[in-house]
Every structure is written in structure tokens, then in C-alpha cells.
């Protein structure tokens, strides 16, 4: 019997968390790539690849002055993006998941902007010198933390939305588990991307001290059942709106940015924008979204 093709909509995470810009072109453009690599049985960690690549090329093509090859650079990182789409939904196509593949695939934009922003350091340090380089290193780490936290929120989200098996969310605890039991010896490869991995979930936990209050709190009420249907809506719909925030803090906001800023003839001026902008945002969203915790995990206590 022949499977049927998954629609488009099959293909997404959740409606709630995803950007209008993605839903009319992105992931439009990602599901045709996904069918292409799927009729090819293309792994989508090779896809995933494959974007890592195309997004390095574009930093290179942003190292140059000259416009034109900076719209190359544009273009690429456009085409990068589009896979990083279709990495997931033929992913989501074909139950082909991982934590690898998560991994990778989160992984992906650090590598584009370590080459973006090394594209533009080296185009600008004859006029600025020594210090571009130190604006790129203070923006790469406030940008992996808008990343990460983005990422986080996104997947409690999801928890509410498609329960434990439409979400990424993870623990550091099992993580922690997990790594301590496999060796260096044996199982070298996961031991390597689990030592990173376990401390970047460890950094996301750390920042949001009232989310966490409220998994615990969760853990002791619903155990390991999925949330029930009454708490969970409710959790929901105050955490929709605050989807739009970590969209912003995701890939189209910066890549706007990113090329304003190329088109202007002032790359530097994109640092200035995640460090001010997007920070400012972050703040913000962790607020308003630890409140939000805050208050549930106050219910869930008095429901005691």
C-alpha cells in the first residue's frame, strides 16, 4: 500500500510558534526541498549539512566591500535557511528524529554567524583595528544567548501544545543521567556532543528560575502523564503571546538586520542592533515569561 505524502501543515511544529515570515515562505520553501531530498532518501542531518555549509559560504561573500557579492552572501544564507526549514520537516516526513539531529540542527545557525561575523570583522579591522574584534565576541555571546533562551521558551511552549512528543524540550538532569553513564571509550561521539549539550540546557535552565519552579511543581501534580487538558489550555493561552518574542529573537529579524546593514554599507552596525534591540527583548520576554510561571506555579501550590 502506497503511504501517502504528509501536507505541508504535517510538516510544522505548532501554528502558534511559527513566524509569519516562515509560514509564507520558508516553510513553503523548506517542504519542497524536503519532498526533493526525501524521494533521494537524504538523511535530514545531511540536510542539515549541507545548510551549515551554504550558511558559512554566505560570510564569506560578506568579507567583500562590493554589493553584488554581498547579495550572493544574502542569497546563500536565504538558500542555507530554506534547508534548515527542510531539515526538520523531512524529519517530521519521515520519523527519522535524534537528539544528533537536534542538536545539529541548533547548532547550524551558530556556525552561519561565527562565518558572518568573521566576514565582517576581517572587511572592517583596517578602519577599526582590534576592537571590531571585541564588539563581535561581546555580540556572539549575547546573540547564542537570545538564541538559546528563544529556543527554550519555544519547546515549554510546545509541551502545552503537542504534549511530550510534539516538543524538544529537554532536562538537564537526564542529560546529566545520561552522560555520566556512557564513556569516553565506548561511545566517544555522543560523549563529545552530550558534554556541550548538557551545559548549554544547564545555561538555559539557570535563567529562568520560575519555569523551572513549575516543572517541579508539575512533576509532583501530573507526574510523568501528559499536563491535563484544563491546566494546559489555560498555560497556553497565556503563553502565545509571547511566541512573537522569541520569533523576533529567531533567524528573520536578524537576517533583515543583517542585510539593512549591508545595504547601507555599515556592517557594524548589525552588532549594535543584537547588543541594543534584541537584548533589550530578551530581557523583556524572560520577564514577562517568568511572571507568567510564576503565577501557575502559585495556583498549583494553593491547589494543595
Known amino acids: 500500500m502506497k503511504l501517502s505524502t504528509p501536507s505541508l501543515q504535517d510538516t510544522l511544529k505548532s501554528q502558534e510558534t ?30 542539515t549539512i549541507l545548510s551549515i555549509l551554504l550558511g558559512a559560504a554566505s560570510g564569506v561573500m560578506f568579507y567583500f566591500a562590493d554589493l553584488w557579492l554581498n547579495v550572493i552572501g544574502m542569497i546563500l544564507l536565504i538558500w542555507a535557511n530554506t534547508y534548515d526549514s527542510a531539515d526538520g520537516q523531512l524529519a517530521r516526513m519521515t520519523g527519522r528524529y535524534s537528539r544528533t539531529g537536534r542538536i545539529l540542527d541548533g547548532a547550524a545557525g551558530d556556525f552561519w554567524f561565527v562565518s558572518i561575523y568573521a566576514g565582517i570583522c ?5 578602519a577599526w583595528g582590534f576592537w571590531i574584534w571585541l564588539l563581535a565576541a561581546v555580540t556572539g555571546y549575547f546573540h547564542s544567548r537570545q538564541a ?13 501544545v503537542k504534549g511530550k512528543k510534539g516538543s524538544e524540550f529537554d532536562d538537564y538532569s537526564i ?13 566517544c561521539i555522543e560523549k563529545f556532543y552530550l558534554t556541550f549539550y548538557a551545559s548549554y540546557t544547564k545555561s538555559q535552565e539557570d535563567r529562568t528560575p520560575e519555569l523551572q519552579k513549575l516543572k517541579a511543581v508539575m512533576k509532583e501534580r501530573f507526574g510523568d502523564n501528559d ?15 509571547m511566541m512573537k518574542y522569541t520569533n523576533i529573537l529567531s533567524f528573520n529579524t536578524r537576517s533583515f538586520a543583517l542585510f539593512i546593514s549591508l545595504f547601507a ?14 537584548n533589550i527583548l530578551l530581557i523583556y520576554m524572560l520577564h514577562k515569561y517568568e511572571n507568567i510561571c510564576k503565577r501557575f506555579n502559585l495556583r498549583l501550590r494553593g491547589d494543595d
Not at 122 to 126: K, N, S, T, W
Not at 148 to 157: E, G, P, S, T
Open 227 to 241: 499536563i491535563p487538558a484544563c491546566f494546559g489550555e489555560e498555560f497556553r493561552l497565556q503563553s502565545r503571546p
Open 175 to 187: 542529560l546529566a543521567e545520561r552522560l555520566n553513564s556512557i564513556t569516553w571509550k565506548n561511545n
Open 148 to 160: 538559546a533562551m528563544a529556543d527554550y521558551l519555544r519547546n515549554f511552549h510546545l509541551l502545552f
Open 18 to 47: 511559527e513566524e509569519w515570515f516562515d509560514l509564507i515562505f520558508y516553510r513553503p520553501a523548506g517542504y519542497r526541498w524536503a519532498l526533493f531530498f526525501k524521494k533521494r532518501n537524504v538523511s535530514p542531518n545531511t540536510v
Open 265 to 278: 554599507g555599515l556592517p557594524w552596525i548589525y552588532f549594535i542592533f543584537e547588543l541594543t534591540v534584541l
Open 122 to 126: 576581517l572587511r572592517i579591522f583596517p
